[in-house]
Every structure is written in structure tokens, then in C-alpha cells.
């Protein structure tokens, strides 16, 4: 069977399209036109932002400024704090048993003979080299002042 396979500016001009079409409809569809206001001139709008001033800027809250937890699941309150704990709990269980099962692995492995470390030292290989003894054949230089 015989395979096209389409050039380079055949997929050019297919990605080009597919983009301008995307964003076109985007424009189109995408952009509401706004309501239409009320001709009441006391229309008050609301916002969460501090009336003082002085407050605006602070990202992070100072210590102590916040509120007491009022519900089990509020910051600080018990359930996220038992929640912390578990997670801590759960992570140390997860390394224990991988930890526990690596060790049995090994002792398997060593009982049946298949120790990587002690086949590789019965081979000889992956011995480092000890350091050879100072040899006196070795030039030393001297200290003559002349």
C-alpha cells in the first residue's frame, strides 16, 4: 500500500490555517459584549481590599494577625494539622517497607549466592588498589645551599 506523506509546506500551511481559525473564533465567540448598566447613578460596587491604606502590599500576613481556627478544617485547625501528621506518617511507612524489602532482597541474594559485591570480589574486580609501600629507588631532592 502506498503511503503519502505530505511536505513540509503542505503542514505549514494546514498548521497556519488551523491557528488562524482558532484564534479568529476565539474573538468571535469568545467576547461578550458588556451589560447594559442600570441609570441609577448610586450604584455601589463591593471589594474585599482593606479601607486602610497602610495594609495594602502585605502579600503575607503578619504574625499573630490572623483568626483563631472557628471549624476542624479551618488553617491551623485540628483535621489539617492530624492531616500533616498522616502524610508525615505515611511517607516514613513507604521508606520503611522499601527500605525492608531491599534488605530481604539482598539477604536472598546473598544466601543463594548471587551477591553482586561478593561475586565481584571473588572475580577480583571492583577492588580498589591499596597504595603501593614508598620505594627508595624514588629520586629525592636535596637541600644543598651552594
Do not use: Y
Not at 65 to 74: L, R, W
Not at 126 to 140: D, E, I, N, Q, V
Request: charged share 15%; net charge positive; aromatic share 4%.
Amino acid at each position: 500500500m502506498h503511503r503519502v506523506i505530505p511536505s513540509l509546506r503542505a503542514v505549514l500551511a494546514s498548521s497556519l490555517m488551523i491557528g488562524t481559525l482558532l484564534v479568529a473564533s476565539t474573538f468571535l465567540v469568545g467576547v461578550s459584549p458588556v451589560g447594559a448598566q442600570s441609570g441609577d447613578d448610586t450604584v455601589q460596587t463591593t471589594s474585599t481590599l482593606p479601607t486602610d491604606r497602610r495594609q495594602l502590599g502585605d502579600m503575607i500576613p503578619k504574625p499573630n494577625t490572623g483568626m483563631e481556627p472557628q471549624s476542624p478544617g479551618d488553617p491551623g485547625g485540628w483535621l489539617q494539622v492530624s492531616l500533616f501528621f498522616i502524610i508525615c506518617a505515611a511517607i516514613i511507612v513507604i521508606a520503611t517497607a522499601i527500605w525492608w524489602t531491599s534488605r530481604r532482597a539482598r539477604q536472598r541474594r546473598a544466601e543463594a549466592g548471587q551477591d553482586p559485591v561478593s561475586l565481584a570480589r571473588a572475580r577480583g574486580e571492583g577492588l580498589r588498589p591499596t597504595a603501593a609501600p614508598p620505594t627508595a629507588s624514588r629520586p629525592t631532592a636535596s637541600r644543598d645551599a651552594s
